[in-house]
């Protein structure tokens, strides 16, 4: 019997999202940093957020526009949100993108 819930429980999960800590903030140069400390910046209100889900509802919930892609790649995810009325774009990558991307030669 155990033999059998095991590819059930592992494809369980598998399908689990990644929780709101498995997410930094990216920066335009590749660099990653805690989503607390972005947000307490650049819009001190949100600074409770932590995921790009969450920050999507946090924006709309205050009737912004907001565009949202989604890229996958070798080592994670990448979820740039922009912000039309704001002029801001954001950069959510799961810490996992963030550990393996390579990093830029100084």
């Given amino acids: 019997m155990t033999r059998t819930l095991l590819p059930l429980l592992l494809g ?3 399908a689990v999202p990644a929780a709101a800590e498995d997410w ?3 920066g335009r140069g590749g660099e990653c940093f805690p989503i607390r400390d972005v947000l307490e910046q ?3 209100d949100a600074a409770h957020v932590r995921g790009p889900d969450a920050f999507v509802s946090y ?3 205050r009737g912004y526009e ?10 994670g995810r990448l979820i740039a949100i922009q912000v039309p ?3 801001l774009g954001f950069g959510f990558a799961e810490r996992s993108l963030c550990e393996n ?3 830029p030669a100084n």
């Fill in 59 to 61: 924006l709309r919930g």
């Fill in 12 to 14: 369980l999960l598998t």
């Fill in 24 to 26: 930094l903030m990216i």
């Fill in 42 to 44: 650049k819009l001190p």
């Fill in 66 to 75: 907001v565009i949202r892609r989604e890229e996958k790649m070798q080592w």
């Fill in 85 to 87: 009325a704001l002029k």
């Fill in 101 to 103: 991307f390579p990093k």
